[in-house]
């Protein structure tokens, strides 16, 4: 021990008495230590902050789904929907399953399937005016919307000129600009004053659809248990409107989602440019993508002009005209046209764009329908069941949600939420009661069942006895003859009146679950427990951590892990090869020191102890500064957080900014890991050292 203790008092006097070379390669390994620690520090806060923005958003600890399934479960992937995942038939029985376990804290009910939305036109807003104002007697206010309407198919009648060369259907596209001709014609002007409501009925019929174009979305829709969910994610937030009522069926709309895609045009695109100038940093001037971005703007003026009914047109003008500085006494008829004005408002640049975007939203937006569902609002949603037919649900908007810290994430907004008897309408699959319900209605058709061997009889008749001789009475087709519609109408409105006890939730179809586990809880060995309590109660699942499930996402996060860790193995095997090649000179330096301890007695196991001793001193010290500086850059960082660089890294930073937490396992990693690979790096040098025969060795010539 005390030959352990001259060698260590002699290894730290060696370190002092080369400042130099100790300072050259202590701060070597000074980054060294830094770069572990923050590296590792880093990567570990990313997956932690990717995890709690999954698991507390949608996914939660575990996924749950049919242990059949033909396809694995991906909760975030470019095919979404297409997978065939299976069905959970008895959801009721695997909940109770699961919740009996020790790990779990909650299970909740998911479903999902792809939706189609077609939003409403500015034609559509501006018909239903027309036809409101026409039944109550409001001449002139129907003269000045059907001027609108005419404006409107003239824009379309240009638009479908322009389409016509490249139409795949020529003959279809010639009657669909025959059509937008003759609405600009004098004799169709004197059929609408003799025949309003058949003329309104024709242009819906024949107008309407092509003012359709680019009004169509994509939602993709989550069912799911609204107030298991509202409480076991606790990132969820209502943000405009109410939550589905307990009972209610209903919608709830992403709010990333409404306000990307169903928000007014003009509004999305100066909202988008209001991002990019203060989150970005970007100009008009110098950024041509935002300049262009500018000038479409300007061209959807007719977004707006067609939305404004005649008397916040007249209010308007004025405003816009005073605000751009155009004299109405001194400028030309032409210029004070209401739609040039509005070209000329939104020709926005650098000097001028704040003002207007907040003069936009004080003056315009309040006169046109900003969304096209507004919230409260019936919207209809379309779906091909899992038979193959499409499927059609009204339900009604209650609000919109958002993810707290995630509300800039396109992924986060991905989903939009819905309750289960909604999804299971849309899925395709019928409760029990439904089940009944179309029972009872084929009775009372007296509906009979067609065998496959009986068919050709039973639908056309059977031998020569069957021939049909045809009625001399002449009568029309009715397919509802018989049919009690106005029963039929109340039982359709009734179903958003409708409320659903537990039972009309849980009993039915889901397609997955998510499985909250308690703090603390492992995952593998409560994924273990899941799937034998189900076994165990006859109804069977594969359970997913929330890496796996998450799908595309969770391969991401181990691509950022990979290559964070790639490119920090990088940085450290060069400035390893550094520390090398900078220990051996330093230890070759001193063979004639070397030499000189060997021949007063010195053993090369001494001289190898010692020369590895200076090396985990100068380690040990030099690494633990580099740790104690990557502690406190990281704990500052922990205070003001990284900010992610694009709306999409704000999924994976778990929000806007990143905070990064550092952890006593990672400075330690970070200081043992450079002692380690310095003591390494030095061995070879000091063992050539120590094997040199001192009378060579303090030979300076040698």
Sequence with gaps: MSKVLVLAGIAWRNVLAHRVKSAIVGSLLAFGSFLVVTGKTIVDSIEAAMAESITASLAGDIQVYDKNAKDQLALFSFGAGGEDIGEITDFPKLRDALTALPQVKAVVPLGSVNTVVFGRTELDDTLDKLRAANRAGLLEERDQLFAQVLAISAQLQQDQKAAFTIAADKVQAQIDLDGLTRVQTVEFASQFTSDPEGTLDWIDRAIAPLASDGKMMYLRLLGTDMPAFSKDFSRFRIVDGQNIPEGKRGFLIAKYAYERFVKNKVARELDNMKEKRDDDGLTFATDKALHDQAGRCARQYARILFMLSPKDAAELKPLLQAELGVSPASAAPDDQNLGKLLVSFLSVDDTNFDARYVWFYTHIAPRVRLYDVGIGEMMSLRAYTKTGYMRSVNVKVWGTFEFVGLESSQLAGVYNLADLVTFRQLYGKMTESQVAELDGVRKAAAVKEVTRESAEDDLFGGGADALVTESTTTRAFDEFAGVDMTAASRAAADLDDRVYTTADMENGVVLNAAVILHEGASIPEAQRAIEAASLAAGAPVNALDWQTASGIVGQLLLVIKGVLLVAILVIFLVALFIINNSMMMAT???????????????????????????????????????????????????????????????FIFGGPRLYPAWSMLNVSLGVGSVSIISLFSTFYPAMMAASVQPVVAMNPKE
């Design 588 to 650: 070759l330096e001193r063979t004639a020191e070397i030499g000189t301890m060997r021949a007063i007695g010195a053993q090369r196991r001494e001289v190898l102890a010692l020369v590895l001793l200076e090396t985990l001193v100068l380690a040990t010290v030099a690494s633990g500064l580099g740790a104690m500086v990557s502690v406190g850059m990281l704990a500052w960082l922990g205070e003001v957080g990284i900010r992610a660089p694009s709306a999409q890294m704000t």
